[in-house]
């Protein structure tokens, strides 16, 4: 006999609203439907009335954790229109700050999965480690997030030479722990237990959902943007692309703790070459002229992908963008089918969800512009009143 | 390169409107032949559907689809134009790969795509909400490329 198990929207595994129905028979799952739409963000529609630059601080804002992946993606997009050059020293400010990115988004991935199974000393452990690369952005660019690096042709930040010694440091603390986090997580007998042969996404599967990211290098697919279509100075840097072959959620756990590793290193390249490489971070671009240009960057959860079309001013006509959540929720189909009930939370959150990033649209029930704006103001102000009372009564 | 060169070759008279940039190529398909080529580009040459855009031109309703040659970093995008403005219709390509469904079912419910053979037509995002018609539209209107 089958049961419905309903996982959502508002639950405690899931740090925003989404809602799994599980159809369960005895303790096996049988099938899973995905119902996303609780959200609604607006972004693409709202870029296209935004200047370019107004676009970036915009598409920063998809998502606090890639929050630089989809500025960078975004400006490749813009560049890719007019095929418009940066300076050396800025493509190795963004692969730096690209990958600290990568780190602090793994480490906090590998804290939250270490939690979801119990393991909570995993958790602080990343949680606390991850708090050092939150230093190296503010050194680097005053803001721990949202850091507002990018511009089309360069970066509006240049790292002081001067602090380059003490980010230096910060790394040297932050790779003695990654070492002990990977000893702790590849060894640990309690982790292999409990993941290993959970949730297998097979190879297949990985290739028929066009899966990105870790979700699908974990599974044998070897896809990175930084190898495959190397922008910024991932062509100048060394680093090895990390790929399993089980496509179970203990190999998605090793692929992040690896990458992360990687990323430790290419930060540390960068700092290197930031010693040396000086001049210009920024080129001057006038206009952007008529066409279309595609920018992608490997966000720590995958590709994430904007497409720009322009026609000559300064604002884009349409301006599509893909989170890597969006390829990845649906390889759920594939990968909870047939596991206990108990394994799918962690198989659901193994592909690192992001459901603000998916959700990046907006839905607009009435025709009438204006009318829709008067009704979002109406709501606004009733929030406002409530919100008053609720503070100070009636009065 | 050659996998470029290679797909032009066999494609054809079955692609038109050709825009070859660095890395990426922007190519019109009919909808009769969308399937042939969709086959080809994911089968035989391993591309990656990347994600599709839908976009109102004075032409018509625009499905842009992006696959991605991730063994070479280059973009093919094949792109259907359906001049019925009220009524678009073409086939979906979500039978040949899973990776396609999410997207068709978004362009259908913001563009009023009615998307062919696809298994799952049914809203994506606004599932528990009376049926919009062209959800984006009354900014498409202000604004065409």
């Known amino acids: 006999m089958s049961n419905v198990i309903p996982v959502g929207p508002y639950h405690p595994l899931l740090e925003e609203a989404e809602y799994f129905t599980l159809t369960v028979d005895g303790e096996t799952v049988t099938d899973i439907d995905l119902d996303i739409g609780w959200m609604h963000r607006g972004h693409e529609l709202i870029s296209e009335q935004k200047t370019f630059t107004q676009s970036i601080y915009l598409v920063e804002r998809i998502c606090g954790i890639c929050s630089t992946s989809h500025p960078l993606a975004c400006v490749h997009a813009v560049e890719d229109v007019d095929n418009i050059e940066i300076p050396e020293r800025a493509a190795y400010i963004r692969t730096l700050v690209g990958e600290l990115e990568r780190i602090h988004s793994h480490l906090l991935w590998i804290g939250l999965a270490g939690h979801f199974i119990g393991y909570d000393t995993l958790w602080m452990w990343a949680w606390k480690y991850r708090e050092p690369i939150l230093e190296m952005f503010e050194v680097i660019s005053g803001n721990r997030n949202h850091y507002g690096v990018m511009r089309v042709g360069g970066v509006a930040v240049d790292v002081d030479t001067t602090k380059l010694k003490e980010l230096h440091n910060i790394l040297d603390i932050v790779d003695k722990k990654m070492d002990m986090i990977a000893k702790a997580a590849k060894d640990d007998p309690v982790l292999k237990s409990r993941l290993v042969g959970v949730g297998v996404l097979s190879k297949q599967d990985a290739i028929d959902y066009c899966a990105v990211g870790p979700t699908a290098r974990a599974s044998g697919v070897a896809i990175d943007v930084r190898k495959d279509e190397p922008n910024d100075a991932y062509s100048l840097v060394d680093f090895n692309e990390i790929i399993t072959e089980n496509g179970d959620v203990y190999d998605k756990l090793v692929v992040r703790v690896l990458e992360t590793i990687e990323s430790t290193r290419i930060a540390r390249q960068c700092l290197e070459k930031l010693e040396k490489v000086n001049g210009s971070i920024l080129n001057d671009v006038k206009e952007i002229g008529i066409g279309e240009g595609i920018g992608r960057y490997e966000a720590p959860r995958g590709e994430v992908f904007h497409y720009v079309r322009t026609d000559g001013t300064n604002r884009p006509i349409r301006h599509k963008v893909r989170a890597p959540s969006y390829v990845n929720i649906p390889t759920f189909q594939a990968s909870c089918k047939g596991i206990p009930v108990a394994d799918a939370l962690i198989t659901l959150a193994a592909v690192d969800p992001c459901y603000c990033c998916t959700e990046r649209s907006i839905k607009i029930i009435n025709r009438n512009r204006d009318r829709c704006q008067l009704e979002l103001l109406k709501l606004s102000r009733e929030k406002t009143e409530k919100i008053r009372r609720e503070f100070y009564g009636s009065k | ?145």
Not at chain 2, 9 to 23: F, H, L, P, W, Y
Not at chain 2, 88 to 110: D, K, L
Not at chain 2, 115 to 137: D, I, M
Request: charged share 30%; net charge positive.
């Open chain 2, 1 to 145: 390169m050659p996998e470029k060169d290679k797909f032009l070759e066999k494609m054809g008279s079955r692609i038109s409107a050709v825009i070859d940039k660095e890395k990426r190529l922007y190519f019109e398909v009919q909808d009769k032949n969308l399937e042939d080529v969709v086959n080809y580009l994911f089968h035989k040459m391993g591309c990656r559907l990347s994600t599709a855009t839908a976009m109102e031109t004075f032409r018509g309703i625009e499905v842009l689809y992006h696959f991605s040659h991730d063994a070479s970093g280059y973009y093919f995008c094949p792109r259907i134009v359906m001049t019925d403005k009220d009524n678009p219709v073409m086939h979906s390509i979500t039978p040949i790969f899973n990776g396609a469904a999410w997207i068709e079912r978004e362009m259908a419910e913001y563009w009023n795509v009615t998307f062919l053979n696809h298994p799952r037509p049914e809203p994506l995002l606004t599932k528990n909400h009376p049926k919009g018609e062209g959800l984006n539209q009354p900014f498409r209107i202000r604004r065409k490329s």
